[in-house]
RNA sequence: GGAGAGGUGGCCGAGCUGGCUGAAGGCGCCCGCCUGCUAAGUGGGUAUAGGCAGUGAUCCUGUCUAUCCAGGGUUCGAAUCCCUGCCUCUCCGCCA
């Protein structure tokens, strides 16, 4: 959420920014609301001023055993006009912020301006591609061959895009869970983070999945909970409405969860196999800092999430965002994309992003400064750290060999026990 | 699922026979004084959000308003009374 004086001083800016982002939007209306609203305001506070002033009457003369029946009279009529003023300001009050969940963050300055994925700009590349002297099998027909998983019997249980893990495969993924958390905790302090895997809508409103994406959630009717798209969502509103300490800033948190996702609109798009899921799993980092640091935050925060690729060995390279690719809430991203060579294409495992105080203040996350005393909104990043089924992906078909089995990189062959897959 | 208790400021904790209570008292924290140092003592300060004004910006000053879990209601007036919801705790039942 963007802070309502920033239209008011500033609409220029606003404007610009929405539009980088590709974003028609009409901000006189809501301009002309809150000036509305603030007339209203300042009508009912000198109304309400009135009341308790004549309340303090009221109380004297009673005190004193004198009749105030006049002044009681007198008040009755007030006390409804401001009733009725208060209902008219909360209606429209409710109106303005309702609109203003709408409205996405702008970008930040160093985003490169763009009006489209092919605007986003490659920012460094990792490793080679691999290279094979056979002809290679994509990850469908290796983990057909190995017994990893199995999509028809993940489609009869739940439907198209539930993965069901088999045998190794299962134990695979179990491996790079607990690999890349261990990765997170022992390098880099990060606090770990077992997070419930629904949430209300008050906390999916914070990181801005709601109201405006809705329909991209599973809900469940009689509760009203949301399953998790991302551990995001539980992990950034651990403090929502909290005061913290500036001394106990930065915190780090890593969390695994399974996410969830409709994926509403987006049939027939990577149907193929894990490139796109309706459950996956994954390992999220996500930070809460103070403003000053938060852009040197976002580039520790890319590296340490590449760093789970490098251990893996595997080829990977960073994408800065443009601004109309950037996502409803960030101001600034990277996102990871590793290489498939079996898809011939680079595959997005990670997005990590500044989300300055935009999701601070929807979830009303601060922290009290030490210079001053005073309290001023965090700003929160987060990013995968990263997401298992494309790095699965990556990982069978780089490691494959001539006769069907993978060898593991070293990394991850004590968590599976073994040194390879066959 | 059944029965009961409760939700007050950073924390603990009064108030809850409705009216100088934004809220006693304590702890913590900040500034000063005192003390050879520490401890103790002592004086003062210490919520958040919003409107308006000050030639005035997410700063400063003044002023007004709101907030005692949330939302309604009663009343001239609600932390205090009534209703609904949410949450926490205790006991019983069920259960991984």
């Given at each position: 959420?963007?802070?309502?004086?920033?239209?008011?001083?500033?609409?220029?800016?606003?404007?610009?920014?929405?539009?980088?982002?590709?974003?028609?939007?009409?901000?006189?209306?809501?301009?002309?609301?809150?000036?509305?609203?603030?007339?209203?305001?300042?009508?009912?506070?000198?109304?309400?001023?009135?009341?308790?002033?004549?309340?303090?009457?009221?109380?004297?003369?009673?005190?004193?055993?004198?009749?105030?029946?006049?002044?009681?009279?007198?008040?009755?009529?007030?006390?409804?006009?401001?009733?009725?003023?208060?209902?008219?300001?909360?209606?429209?009050?409710?109106?303005?912020?309702?609109?203003?969940?709408?409205?996405?963050?702008?970008?930040?300055?160093s985003v490169p301006r763009g009006s489209n994925a092919e605007d986003n700009v490659v920012v460094r590349v990792w490793g080679e591609k691999p290279e094979f002297d056979f002809k290679i099998d994509n990850h469908l027909d290796l983990g057909a061959k190995l017994d990893l998983f199995d999509f028809n019997r993940g489609a009869k249980i739940a439907g198209s895009g539930f993965p069901l893990y088999t045998g190794q495969g299962a134990r695979l993924e179990r491996a790079l869970i607990n690999f890349m958390l261990d990765y997170h905790v022992e390098n880099y302090g990060f606090t770990e983070i077992f997070p419930p895997f629904m949430t209300n809508s008050a906390a999916s409103r914070t990181t801005g999945?709601?109201?405006?994406?809705?329909?991209?959630?599973?809900?469940?009717?009689?509760?009203?909970?949301?399953?998790?798209?991302?551990?995001?969502?539980?992990?950034?509103?651990?403090?929502?409405?909290?005061?913290?300490?500036?001394?106990?800033?930065?915190?780090?948190?890593?969390?695994?969860?399974?996410?969830?996702?409709?994926?509403?609109?987006?049939?027939?798009?990577?149907?193929?196999?894990?490139?796109?899921?309706?459950?996956?799993?994954?390992?999220?980092?996500?930070?809460?800092?103070?403003?000053?640091?938060?852009?040197?935050?976002?580039?520790?925060?890319?590296?340490?999430?590449?760093?789970?690729?490098?251990?893996?060995?595997?080829?990977?390279?960073?994408?800065?965002?443009c601004s109309a690719d950037l996502s409803f809430a960030a101001a600034k991203c990277y996102d990871l994309e590793v290489w498939s060579p079996g898809e011939e294409k680079w595959l997005e495992v990670s997005s990590c992003s500044n989300f300055e105080a935009f999701q601070a203040r929807r979830g009303n996350i601060r922290y009290r400064r030490e210079s001053d005393r005073k309290v001023d909104f965090v700003h929160t990043l987060n990013g995968s750290g990263v997401a298992t089924p494309r790095l699965l992906v990556a990982l069978l078909e780089t490691y494959q060999t001539e006769d069907g089995t993978i060898i593991l990189p070293p990394v991850l062959q004590k968590y599976m026990g073994k040194r390879e897959l066959k």
């Open positions: 959420m963007l802070p309502l004086t920033i239209f008011r001083n500033n609409p220029e800016l606003v404007k610009n920014g929405l539009l980088a982002k590709g974003e028609t939007a009409g901000i006189e209306a809501l301009v002309e609301m809150d000036n509305r609203h603030r007339a209203m305001v300042t009508k009912l506070n000198a109304m309400r001023s009135e009341r308790n002033k004549t309340s303090e009457l009221i109380a004297q003369s009673k005190r004193i055993g004198q009749d105030a029946a006049e002044l009681i009279m007198a008040m009755r009529d007030l006390s409804e006009q401001v009733k009725t003023l208060e209902s008219e300001s909360a209606e429209l009050h409710e109106k303005i912020s309702g609109e203003l969940e709408y409205i996405p963050n702008l970008p930040h300055e999945q709601l109201p405006k994406f809705a329909e991209d959630m599973y809900r469940t009717d009689i509760d009203g909970l949301y399953l998790i798209p991302t551990a995001e969502v539980p992990v950034t509103n651990i403090h929502r409405d909290e005061i913290i300490p500036e001394q106990d800033l930065p915190k780090f948190y890593v969390a695994y969860s399974a996410c969830f996702r409709r994926e509403a609109g987006s049939y027939g798009k990577d149907t193929r196999g894990f490139l796109r899921l309706h459950q996956f799993n994954k390992v999220e980092l996500v930070k809460f800092v103070i403003p000053e640091t938060s852009y040197a935050e976002l580039e520790a925060l890319t590296k340490q999430a590449e760093a789970i690729l490098k251990a893996l060995g595997l080829h990977y390279r960073v994408v800065e965002l």
